[in-house]
T-cell receptor, first 111, second 115 residues
Framework: GIQVEQSPPDLILQEGANSTLRCNFS?????LQWFHQNPWGQLINLFY???GTKQNGRLSATTVATERYSLLYISSSQTTDSGVYFC?????????????FGIGTKLQVIP | NAGVMQNPRHLVRRRGQEARLRCSPM?????VYWYRQLPEEGLKFMVY????????ESGMPKERFSAEFPKEGPSILRIQQVVRGDSAAYFC?????????????FGPGTRLLVL
């Protein structure tokens, strides 16, 4: 099956700093999503981004499908950004989209 | 518009008991997916169901686990004779009828603790 690798596995940031999270995938995909899992375990969809660039406030994401990677940018980080960031890709599997998650990047933003 | 609902949010069971996890998809969604997240890991696909049909259960353990999505009511993930290794967060996602490349919408999860 498809492999999804995320880096770095862990990241500690000072509040206000910027960061880039990376997601590499081993095969062509139909869709890619970025999720934030907060410290209470809730999964929040950040971006649905099969290709191109999207921005939402301090977050933006870029997917280069032809080179099989996606980047999530966090600018001016805040303590509320702490949690785990997952990349998840969809592949067409017999007529439906099978989602494969990476193992995540654990982010801690300290004041 | 209510999102995907899961209950209970937290469930504690002793070894050997049964666990029943429920998932109500978003309104208008007829496709349900179950995922398991073990501690410190990402989510792993378990099963994909449409109303009254299991489409893909390739990620489901062969024994003790079963899933259903009846014509009426929520989808149920059932774990019989739970063991400590079943302790995990179980997430449900739903999507609308297939017309293209729909995203899956995730519920808040059920955290199962087996004592």
């Amino acid at each position: 099956g498809i492999q999804v690798e995320q880096s770095p596995p862990d990241l500690i940031l000072q509040e206000g700093a910027n960061s880039t999270l990376r997601c590499n995938f081993s095969d062509s995909v139909n869709n890619l999503q970025w999720f934030h899992q907060n410290p209470w375990g809730q999964l929040i969809n950040l971006f649905y981004i099969p290709s191109g660039t999207k921005q939402n406030g301090r977050l933006s994401a870029t997917t280069v499908a032809t080179e099989r990677y996606s980047l999530l940018y966090i600018s001016s980080s805040q303590t509320t950004d702490s949690g785990v960031y997952f990349c998840a890709v969809d592949r067409d599997s017999g007529g439906y989209q099978k989602v494969t998650f990476g193992i995540g990047t654990k982010l801690q933003v300290i004041p | 518009n209510a999102g995907v609902m899961q209950n209970p949010r937290h469930l504690v069971r002793r070894r050997g008991q049964e666990a029943r996890l429920r998932c109500s998809p978003m309104k208008g969604h007829s496709h349900v997916y179950w995922y398991r997240q073990l501690p410190e890991e990402g989510l792993k696909f378990m099963v994909y169901l449409q109303k009254e049909n299991i489409i893909d259960e390739s990620g489901m353990p062969k024994e003790r686990f079963s899933a259903e999505f009846p014509k009426e009511g929520p989808s149920i993930l059932r774990i019989q004779q739970v063991v400590r290794g079943d302790s995990a967060a179980y997430f449900c996602a739903s999507s609308p009828p297939r017309t293209g490349k729909e995203t899956q919408y995730f519920g808040p999860g059920t955290r199962l603790l087996v004592l």
